[in-house]
C-alpha cells in the first residue's frame, strides 16, 4: 500500500449518495411543514404550528383576499363585438371613503381582466400626492406601470386595463391634517382591495346595479 | 466521507428549505422620536396604532436618507419629541431598517 492509498478517502457509491440525498431531502420536507409553512405562510398541515405557537396569524381581510382577488373564470373577460363588449356578468358599482391621516397613504385597487373596463372619479378635502396605476397578474410590486401621476384633489375618467391585475390608486396625505377621500366607481372589475399604510388590507364588498340605484332622477 | 457527505447535503437542503423567499415588507410610521442612538444607529420611535400607543427600534444605515424641509438632515437631527415620518423594511416590527426618514411638522 503507497502513503497515497492511506490517505485517499473511502469512495462513495451511487446508492450511498442517493440515500443521503433522499435523507436529506426528506428532512427538508419535515422542517417546511413543520415549522416554515406555518411561521412563514400561516399554513399549518400537520397542526405542529399552533403546537408550537409558530403560526403566523393572518388578518382575516388578508385571509380574504386571496379568494376575492382570485379572477372568476372568465366571468368579467371582454369579449369584443366591433366597437362594443359583452361580458358575461353585469358590471360592478362602488362608491368608499376613505380618512387619511397626517402623512399617511392608502391603496385602493380593483381586479380587472385584460380588456375590461370602468370609470371612475374621486375627490379629496385637500390636495393629495396621487399615483394611479396597474400591477400586473405576474411580477409582483417591480412590474407596476404608473398611469396617471400627479399631486391634485380629484380626478374622473375611465379605464380599459392593460393587462389582468390589480389597478387602482395611492393617495398620499402630504400634510399634518387629516384628508377624506371619496371615490365612486362603475366597472367590471371582480374585487376590491383597501391596502394602509400599516399594511392591513381590507377586502370591500362589491354591489350590483340595481334599476333604482342607477336610473337618472326625474 | 460518507458521513461528511451526508451532513453537507443536509446542510444545503436545510438552509434551502428554512430561508425565506418572501420580499420585505414597506412600513410608514408616522410618530415622535424617542431617541435616537447614533453609535447603534437605531431609531427609537412611538406611534399610535389601533388607539395603542406603541415603540419600534428601527435600523438606520449609512444609505438612510433623512430629510428635514426639503433638506438634508442627519442621524444626529432626530432629537426626541420631533414629529416623524419612517418608511422601513421588514418582516415585522421587530426587524426594521428605514428606507427614508422625514422630520415633519406636528400634526394638527
Keep these: ?218 | 466521507m460518507f458521513g461528511r457527505t451526508f451532513a453537507a447535503v443536509t446542510l444545503t437542503c436545510l438552509i434551502g428549505a428554512t430561508t425565506p423567499t418572501r420580499a420585505h415588507d414597506m412600513f410608514r410610521f408616522v410618530g415622535t422620536v424617542v431617541k435616537m442612538d447614533v453609535a447603534k444607529k437605531s431609531l427609537r420611535m412611538k406611534f399610535v396604532e389601533n388607539k395603542k400607543e406603541l415603540v419600534v427600534d428601527i435600523a438606520v444605515t449609512e444609505r438612510t436618507p433623512i430629510e428635514r424641509d426639503g433638506k438634508k438632515a442627519s442621524r444626529s437631527d432626530l432629537k426626541p419629541g420631533l414629529n416623524v415620518v419612517v418608511d422601513a423594511l421588514g418582516d415585522d416590527y421587530e426587524s426594521l431598517v428605514a428606507e427614508k426618514i422625514k422630520i415633519v411638522p406636528p400634526p394638527r
Design chain 1, 1 to 218: 500500500m503507497t502513503s497515497a492509498d492511506r490517505t485517499r478517502p473511502d469512495p462513495v457509491s451511487a446508492t450511498q449518495l442517493a440515500i443521503a440525498t433522499a435523507a436529506a431531502l426528506a428532512g427538508a420536507v419535515i422542517i417546511l411543514a413543520v415549522a416554515v409553512l406555518p411561521a412563514e405562510y400561516g399554513i399549518d398541515p400537520l397542526r405542529t404550528g399552533a403546537a408550537l405557537g409558530l403560526l403566523r396569524s393572518l388578518p382575516t381581510e388578508v385571509a380574504n383576499e386571496s379568494a376575492a382577488a382570485a379572477p372568476s373564470g372568465t366571468a368579467l373577460k371582454p369579449e369584443q363585438h366591433g366597437a362594443s363588449s359583452k361580458y358575461s356578468a353585469p358590471y360592478h358599482v362602488d362608491r368608499a371613503q376613505f380618512v387619511l391621516g397626517p402623512y399617511q397613504y392608502i391603496e385602493y385597487k380593483y381586479q380587472l381582466a385584460q380588456g375590461a373596463t370602468m370609470v371612475f372619479a374621486w375627490e379629496a378635502s385637500a390636495p393629495v400626492i396621487h399615483d394611479f396605476h396597474g400591477a400586473p397578474e405576474e411580477g409582483g410590486a417591480d412590474a407596476e406601470v404608473s398611469i396617471d401621476k400627479a399631486t391634485r384633489s380629484r380626478a374622473s375618467g375611465s379605464l380599459a386595463a392593460p393587462f389582468a391585475g390589480m389597478h387602482g390608486w395611492y393617495w398620499e396625505n402630504p400634510g399634518g391634517t387629516s384628508i377624506t377621500i371619496t371615490m365612486t366607481s362603475a366597472g367590471f372589475y371582480n374585487a376590491a382591495i383597501e391596502y394602509r399604510s400599516n399594511h392591513t388590507r381590507h377586502v370591500h364588498e362589491l354591489a350590483r346595479p340595481t334599476a333604482g340605484v342607477d336610473a337618472p332622477e326625474r
